[in-house]
């Protein structure tokens, strides 16, 4: 499953740019700072607008889903070499193979779903997408126990259980969309979210606006992902045990990471907004947003700790002793990333609100060729995974940096957001009577 892993994160951080695009022209776009009850024709062009990028996003989706999952299908065997399991090694590459084939059936959902998650961020609507996507995460878990454990379907049940519950939430969150109230119906009650609605092919101006979000972030979701990839395909030179510690603790590493990732999201739709109506407000938001990540960067750092250091817990995730012992070994270059992984995420998620995000391909390709640069020396002095964790930090690292000498609004905003007001109270001069 590992290989496997490596394969699908690329897929989905590579193909992220539908949701974020999605989101940052929806939250640009907000129809309730025009509203106005003796006429809401102005709100209704803003709907309009937001459900035919809604729209338009949606079917390319559903493009790219199927062609990604065509490639999937076509080239499972050279990908699965790509991703670390050697030529040699038939029963692996016997035993890889009907996951990801499993799994590449579900990616048009998948990337259908994220573009609704996206609509949904954009008008601040995090609650809809929280009850669709948990609830299958419950149904991934029921169906991974029973598949696994109870039918003995092994890695091709974790597969259909995955499959299905994705599915299932994408299938949902289309039905619930396109009940929605639509651009035609709205009044001066702002609409909570955007429906999904046919709104014909997609015009040269949607498309236009869309593609210069959506290539950005492509090529930054790119960038980030050849990095872990060639991060685990290192990992993989050490032989498998080696491979299965690096494989369990990214799994920890990358499922704490997403603890401060909503505030990426409220960054990109926040700032967004305001920056169009209310600028005066981005300062002290980028302030509040910097602080919590800092926290949360600390909380999700004693976390990875404790889980890949506790015995009881780290033995709940993989028997192999071994395997253990390689794990507390990556403590340290785990918990250190992880403690300043989400300034690096919110960074991005603050430069694209501002709309200072045409950077990210430099900045990403500049992180890529570090960590790659760190990798070939860790290679060539026989480092081990625990080269490889530090390279994880190369990589992080180069990223922040990279944001602060290149966006100048980034900067800026910065020094707004931390500038201490001077509240020593001043002292008039009073005239003394002769």
Not at 56 to 77: Q, Y
Not at 404 to 413: A, D, N, P, Q
């Amino acid at each position: 499953m590992a290989p496997c892993t490596s394969i699908f994160q690329f897929a989905f951080f590579a193909f992220f740019f539908l949701s974020a695009a999605t989101t940052n022209l929806v939250a640009s776009n907000p129809p309730e700072s025009v509203y106005d009850v003796s006429d809401t024709s102005e709100a209704a062009k803003r709907v309009d607008f937001n459900e035919r990028v809604v729209s338009n996003a949606a079917g390319l989706a559903l493009i790219l889903g199927s062609l990604v999952t065509m490639g999937l299908i076509k080239f499972s065997d050279p990908l699965l070499k790509l991703a670390g399991i050697p030529a040699t090694n038939t029963a692996l590459l016997n035993a890889a193979r009907p996951y990801l084939l499993i799994r590449a059936l579900g990616l048009p959902f998948v990337f259908l779903a994220t573009v609704l998650q996206g609509s949904s961020l954009g008008r601040g609507n995090a609650w809809r997408p929280l009850k669709i996507f948990g609830a299958a995460g419950v149904i991934n878990l029921i169906g991974d126990i029973y598949l696994t454990l109870y039918r003995g379907w092994g890695a091709t049940g974790a597969a259909t259980a995955t499959v299905a519950a994705q599915i299932g939430a994408s299938l949902y969150y289309v039905i619930s969309s396109a009940r929605l109230e639509k651009s035609v119906e709205a009044s001066s009650k702002p609409l909570r979210d955007v429906a999904l609605v046919w709104r014909g092919l997609p015009s040269k101006k949607v498309m236009k606006t869309f593609m210069n979000v959506a290539m950005v972030l492509f090529s930054r979701s790119i960038g980030a992902m050849m990095a872990f990839s060639m991060l685990t395909r290192t990992a993989a030179l050490g032989g498998e045990l080696a491979l299965a510690a690096h494989q369990v603790t990214l799994q920890v590493w990358w499922l704490l990471s997403f603890i401060p990732e909503p505030m990426s999201v409220t960054a990109q739709t926040l700032i967004t907004r305001d920056m169009k109506d209310r600028k005066e407000r981005v300062p002290k938001l980028v302030n509040t947003l910097y602080k919590m990540c800092g926290v949360l960067g600390i909380s999700a750092a004693v976390l990875t700790g404790v889980i890949l250091r506790a015995p009881a817990v780290a033995g709940a995730l993989v028997a192999d002793v071994s395997v253990q012992k390689m794990m507390a070994s990556l403590v340290p270059f785990a918990v250190l990333s992880q403690s300043y992984c989400p300034i690096a995420t919110l960074s991005d998620g603050v430069c694209i609100g501002l709309g200072s995000f045409s950077h990210l391909p430099i900045l990403m390709a500049g992180s890529f060729l570090a960590t790659a640069a760190g990798l070939a020396f860790v290679t060539s002095q026989n480092m081990g995974i625990v080269g490889v964790w530090a390279c994880m930090n190369v990589f992080l690292t180069s990223r922040i940096v990279g944001h602060l000498l290149i966006s100048t609004k980034l900067r800026k905003y910065i020094k707004k957001a931390f500038r201490r007001e001077d509240k020593t109270p001043q002292v008039q001069a009073v005239p003394i009577p002769l």
